[in-house]
């Protein structure tokens, strides 16, 4: 476990991250969220905790918090930490009998630089197939991760592009993929991937401002089609690919360029309305 700041929460009490690490506490089968904190805000918290929720029942648990609770929680966590932006991670160890620990800390993070954001960054594909994708599931999770850092670091690209065993596109490793085309946005299909946060948000802006838009199967064979392409999540935002393997992409397409600055309204907007009085 990566802990910043100094504190956690831990089994309903604030403690000093040190104690934690002495008990030994092991967390490698546990389901979790991360959650970006601005000016000490936890940006759209309620859909990470109804994604949390799902999961948890999906696994047999009784969720026992509230929004108002968890956000309580990360207030006086930030204020403990003296961290006013960064990422928290919510984090449920799984007992037996259905039953759960949570732990709540803040994790080092590392956001695009503003020079990614206009240049794109370049990306590589990887078969790998997650059991269940709808779920963050560390015993999984961790396992894949290992194996993508190992990807990135011989083919020195700063995110992995799954594919499934047709071949088709699915997600980045640790993001969802857009592809823009004949303008229109496309995305894979909900089924087959973890539906992030920031990707329900990028669909709602698509719409709302009348991009079209398709869910739907993307081949890798049909990269080729593709203008230019994107990936959204909690830590990327919206960040433009200028590269998947050999297929060279526009990451200064006017469509992502939209698109970044109508979700950075929405953040913004978000934090004035949840922001302390």
């Known amino acids: 476990m990566d802990f910043k700041g100094g504190w956690v929460y831990?089994?309903?009490?604030?403690?000093?991250?040190?104690?934690?690490?002495?008990?030994?506490?092991e967390f490698s089968n546990s389901i979790y969220e991360v959650v970006r904190i601005i000016e000490r805000i936890p940006l759209f918290l309620e859909e990470h905790l109804i994604r949390l929720s799902d999961s948890m029942k999906i696994l047999g648990l009784a969720p026992s918090f509230t929004s108002k609770d968890i956000r309580n929680i990360m207030l006086k966590l930030s204020e403990l930490c003296e961290i006013s932006n960064g990422n928290i991670k919510i984090e449920l160890m799984l007992l037996d009998s259905h039953k759960y620990l949570a732990c709540i800390y803040f994790i080092p993070h590392l956001y695009p630089s503003d020079?990614?954001?206009?240049?794109?960054?370049?990306?590589?594909?990887h078969r790998i197939v997650r059991p269940n994708p709808h779920i963050k599931q560390s015993i999984v999770n961790d396992r894949i991760r290992n194996e993508i850092k190992h990807i990135q670091t011989i083919s020195n690209s700063s995110e992995v592009i799954l594919l499934n065993k047709k071949n088709e596109i699915t997600e980045g490793s640790k993001s969802n993929v857009f592809f823009i085309g004949q303008n229109t946005i496309y995305s894979p299909l909900s089924k087959q991937i973890l539906k992030g946060i920031t990707r329900e948000k990028i669909i709602e802006i698509a719409k709302v401002s009348g991009f079209r838009f398709s869910q739907c199967i993307i081949p890798y064979s049909s990269l080729y089609r593709f203008e230019a392409g994107f990936l959204t999540?909690?830590?990327?935002?919206?960040?433009?690919?200028?590269?998947?393997?050999?297929?060279?992409?526009?990451?200064?397409?006017?469509?992502?360029?939209?698109i970044q600055n109508l979700y950075n309204q929405l953040i913004e907007n978000y934090c004035l309305k949840n922001q302390k009085v």
């Open 10 to 25: 831990f089994n309903n009490d604030f403690i000093p991250d040190q104690q934690l690490k002495v008990r030994e506490v």
């Open 115 to 125: 020079n990614s954001y206009k240049i794109g960054i370049k990306t590589i594909t």
């Open 233 to 258: 999540s909690t830590s990327f935002k919206v960040l433009p690919i200028n590269q998947i393997d050999k297929h060279e992409l526009d990451p200064k397409h006017k469509t992502i360029i939209t």
